[in-house]
């Protein structure tokens, strides 16, 4: 009984791990490429700067991971989208800080403090998603590394 217990667990274990990571390009390749050395787990709950992880996917290259450097740069950026060391408050935020947290173009950031220092403070993902010059998609992407303290 432990023995079909185990292997039952040994087969369902790959599934549930690959279920933990958000939506995105990056994911299938983290899928396949990561979980030979460890858990995914392991990246979920690391936190890391856009560059940090940049240095840490390079690493795992030079370790053995078989990835192209288009895969290093989309499963770099993805780790960074999604597990940060921080949040950005886009209450309180400057442009350049909205700009390096979320990795979008200057002149979308800049369109959300314009705004907000025209309109007040925002609420939610939605009031953010009104700003002229925001794209929805990547506000959407992003959702996870914004906050709205007051």
Same mark, same amino acid.
Request: with cysteine; glycine share 2%.
């Given at each position: 009984?432990?023995?079909?217990? =185990? +292997?039952?667990?040994?087969?369902?274990?790959?599934? =549930? /791990?690959q279920s933990i990571l958000p939506e995105g390009k990056a994911k299938p390749?983290? $899928? #396949? #490429?990561?979980?030979?050395?460890?858990?995914?787990?392991?990246? *979920?709950?690391?936190?890391?700067? /856009?560059?940090?992880?940049?240095?840490? %996917?390079?690493? @795992? +290259?030079?370790?053995?991971? $078989?990835?192209?450097p288009d895969q290093i740069d989309l499963v770099a950026t993805y780790l960074a989208s999604y =597990? *940060?060391?921080?949040? *950005?408050? %886009? #209450?309180?935020?400057?442009?350049?800080?909205?700009?390096?947290?979320?990795?979008?173009?200057?002149? @979308? /950031?800049?369109?959300? %403090?314009a705004y907000r220092k025209a309109n007040g403070n925002f609420k939610d993902l939605a009031a953010l998603e009104k700003v002229n010059g925001v794209d929805v998609a990547t506000i959407e992407h992003n959702k996870l590394l914004i906050t709205f303290q007051q």
């Open positions: 009984m432990r023995a079909i217990l =185990f +292997v039952a667990t040994l087969l369902c274990a790959p599934a =549930f /791990a390749v983290i $899928e #396949n #490429n990561c979980v030979s050395c460890h858990e995914l787990d392991q990246v *979920v709950n690391s936190r890391m700067t /856009a560059l940090e992880w940049k240095k840490t %996917v390079n690493r @795992m +290259v030079l370790k053995g991971a $078989e990835l192209t =597990f *940060v060391d921080e949040k *950005v408050n %886009v #209450n309180t935020a400057t442009a350049d800080q909205i700009e390096a947290t979320l990795q979008i173009p200057p002149a @979308m /950031a800049e369109a959300v %403090v």
